[in-house]
């Protein structure tokens, strides 16, 4: 989800050359799995670099209101990252809930020096994007993006929670986090216990791979890999409520890290 896309924000990874045409074959049927969905939940979760610098902290809230999941986000950067690096953010989004595609997301960022305004409307064949600097010297940027089936982070999220998660299978989405369209392939490897907010928790542990996807006249090109990215990991509780309990992104200096601090159910 938006909040562990985090961890991938704080690692920096520039693109590397090349890409794969053959990418949409590796995207799953987006029929909704039938793993128990979500009433309402409140998640807290902190990040940072190689289980010694905490770097921001962030809090989702998912509750289900008729047909739709309304989520929200907020977070910053905390201590020496802050220093370098100042950031509040928050993130909304609607979400049908039997679908799991999304409506609309809304998101504004806070840097030291400018602030980003990005809005999406989702509809039956993509989407449409506008993205608003503050910079007065800055023209506030439509883009259109046509690909079916392609989720918000979030509904991504919720997308794979919903599948059997078998060891062994398979799932790849296309997501759009809010600024281009992302491939995210995960991998169900194997059942494992994990440390998570002091205690030991049954997990699923699943790797992650992700590429950007190029565009051109608003339709999805190549995938493209990123030269750093070594790879991701993420686990989540095997339970009835399939929370995600930490991820790691392994990149040339180490890995960053998000991991869940606390949680209450709503």
Excluded at 4 to 23: E, H, I, Q, T, Y
Excluded at 48 to 64: H, T
Excluded at 148 to 160: A, K, R, S, Y
Excluded at 185 to 197: D, H, P, Q
Aim: glycine content about 8%; overall charge positive.
């Amino acid at each position: 989800m938006k909040l562990f896309s985090c961890a991938l924000a704080l690692a920096v990874l520039p693109l590397a050359r090349g890409g794969d045409a053959g990418w949409q074959r590796e995207v799953t049927p987006p029929t909704v799995g039938d793993f128990a969905s979500l009433s309402g939940l409140r998640m807290h979760f902190r990040f940072g670099w190689s289980n010694v610098i905490e770097a921001a902290k962030a809090d989702a809230v998912i509750q289900r209101t008729g047909g739709c999941y309304q989520v929200h986000v907020s977070g910053g950067s905390r201590g020496l990252a802050r220093a370098l690096w100042p950031l509040d953010a928050q993130h909304s989004a609607l979400i049908d809930a039997t679908t799991l595609r999304p409506v609309r997301i809304a998101q504004l960022e806070r840097y030291r020096t400018r602030t980003i305004e990005t809005q999406v409307r989702f509809d039956a064949t993509g989407l449409d994007r506008l993205r608003k600097p503050s910079n007065p010297n800055s023209v506030a940027k439509w883009k259109r993006v046509n690909f079916t089936p392609i989720f918000d982070v979030l509904g991504g999220v919720l997308f794979v929670r919903s599948q059997p998660l078998r060891v062994g299978d398979r799932i790849g989405v296309v997501c759009f986090p809010g600024d281009s369209p992302y491939l995210a392939v995960v991998r169900v490897e194997k059942r494992e216990r994990v440390r998570c907010m002091g205690r030991d928790w049954p997990a699923l542990r699943l790797s992650l791979t992700v590429r950007k996807i190029e565009t051109k006249s608003g339709r999805l090109t190549d995938a493209v890999a990123y030269s750093k990215f070594r790879s991701g990991t993420v686990w989540v509780s095997d339970d009835s409520l399939r929370l995600p309990l930490r991820a790691e992104v392994h990149v040339m200096i180490g890995f960053v890290y998000g991991e869940l601090s606390g949680f209450e159910l709503l």
